[in-house]
Structures are given as C-alpha cells and as structure tokens.
C-alpha cells in the first residue's frame, strides 16, 4: 500500500511540471547546485537531497554512519554533528556519466516540508533563538543576513549601532519584508529557497518525496527498505509536532495581502509540486501558470 501511495505520489507531481516554473532544462549552474545537494551513500546505493529545515539532520546523520566513514562507525549518531562536515560523498564529486548512472541505478529520495512551516521555522531558529546568539555559525548568520534586513526594513531611527552590528534579533515582520523583495526565489539562502528549487523534482526522479509531516511513517519505511535499520536506533524518527503549524497560522494570516500574494508566487510550485496547500496559511488562491516565467 505504502510502495502504491508514493508511485501514485510521483505520478501526480509529474504531471505537474508543465504547468510549474520550473525551467525545461537547467542551466549549468544550477545543475551544479543540484548535484552538490545530492548525498551519495555508494554502500547502500542511495541519493539524497537535502532541505533545510526538513529533517535534513537526521538524514545527514545516517548517512555519515552508513557511508562506511571510520571515525563515525563507533559513534552515537545523536552526537553527530553533520553540518560542516566535509567527508559527505556528492553527486557533484562523480564525473556527468557516473552522476547519470547513480541516478540511474540508485534509489533518490528527499524530504520537504510544508514551505509556510519552513520558512516560519527558518526564522525562528536563525533569528529568535537567543541560547544560539553567540555560536560561530550563528554569529555569521547574523552578520550576513542580520545585518541586511535591519539596515533595510527598520526604520534608521529604530535600531542602535550594537543592534545593527550583532545583527540580531530580527522581527517576523522585518523577515517577511525581507522574503517579499525577491522576485527570484533561486537568489534566496537556502533555508528558505523553495524546495522545489533546492532539489529540482521536475528533472530528478525521486523515487520517495518524503514529506516532513509524515517523517515518522516514510522514515521508518525508508530506512527498512534501503536494509539500513542497524545503523539508525528504534524512536529515531519522531512525530512532527504541529507547534510550528499553528506558530505559522497565527502569523501569516496577519500579513498584508500583497506580501501574502507575493509569498504563494514564491512558493507556488511547492504547493504545486510537492502537495501542500498555501490558502490555509495565506488565505490567497494560487497565482495563474505564466509560462514566459520560468526560475
């Protein structure tokens, strides 16, 4: 039944892709962006794309553990912290004719969630929390991204020299003022570029588009189908909580009408492609197909 759902699954986001802004054939680099999110475990004989804030974590975890990497076969995958790890296998490291192969030859899957969760989550985690102020990655975060949409989106006589220089905190408001300046979502950071863009599923045959919100279920499954359980320990995957839904809820349906318009063009192919619905959150249909639009 499980096996049937997702072919059902894959069937329904194909058809779809014509009517999507996905380009009919990528550029260079944005084939190169593709390649260098897919993660290769060659033992296993699997692909995965990664999508911040949507389990990616958990899924870079085991992939350090099952891609045969001495210093994490001994270790508690809980401890693993995958971010900056440099040792993940890409597709980007493969020659074009050994990538089409491996796409060919071995089982491709990515997870995504809902595009009004992520993003809300996005914010809350790069911009909210304030035990992470100081950490390195964070701090640079900050000073990147921060920094930016204070100068831009708050008032010159609102923020203080200190404020503008920590780069932190940033105010919903100020984020979402931020998010509706893009016209193009490929320029966006990647913890709030559409997935749609991140992994290209017009153009890559995932055999699972794992969905955030059934990470428990489809991971479970995953994990038993590719013969990894014996790396991955019971209650690993949890349920997704719906904190951050109602959270997203409460302050998207807020939001002025041509931010809320400009977020579903943003995000129209997730909705698309990918089956999540953004008229509970926004309260604004989906804009019209524009095929002389293409990302």
Known sequence: ?????IVQKKKQKLSKCGRSDQPHFLSPSQKSELYNRLFVDHRHKFVYCSVPKAACTEWKQIILKTSGISQYEDKDIHSIFPHYDH???????LSSTNA???????YTFTFVRDPMVRIVSAWRDKFQYHARENRSDYVNFHHKYGRQIIRRFRGEDQYTPDQLERGFPVSFTEFIAYLTSFSNPEEMNEH??????????CHIEYN???HFEEQKREGEYLIDYLKIKDFVPRGFFRE????????????LKV?????RVILAQLYRDDALLLGYDLRQFLNVSLPPWNPRRRY
């Not at 709030?192 to 599923?201: F, G, H, T």
């Not at 939001?255 to 931010?259: F, G, S, T």
Request: with cysteine; net charge neutral.
């Open 240 to 251: 997704a909580s719906t904190t951050s839904r109602d959270e997203a809820l409460r302050l």
């Open 87 to 93: 040792q993940f296998r890409r597709l980007s490291d």
């Open 100 to 106: 089409l192969r491996v796409l060919d030859d071995y």
């Open 192 to 201: 709030w570029v559409p997935a749609s863009v991140l992994c290209r599923p």
């Open 255 to 259: 939001l002025p009408l041509d931010q």
């Open 1 to 5: 039944l499980h096996n049937t759902c």
């Open 208 to 210: 699972l588009l794992g």
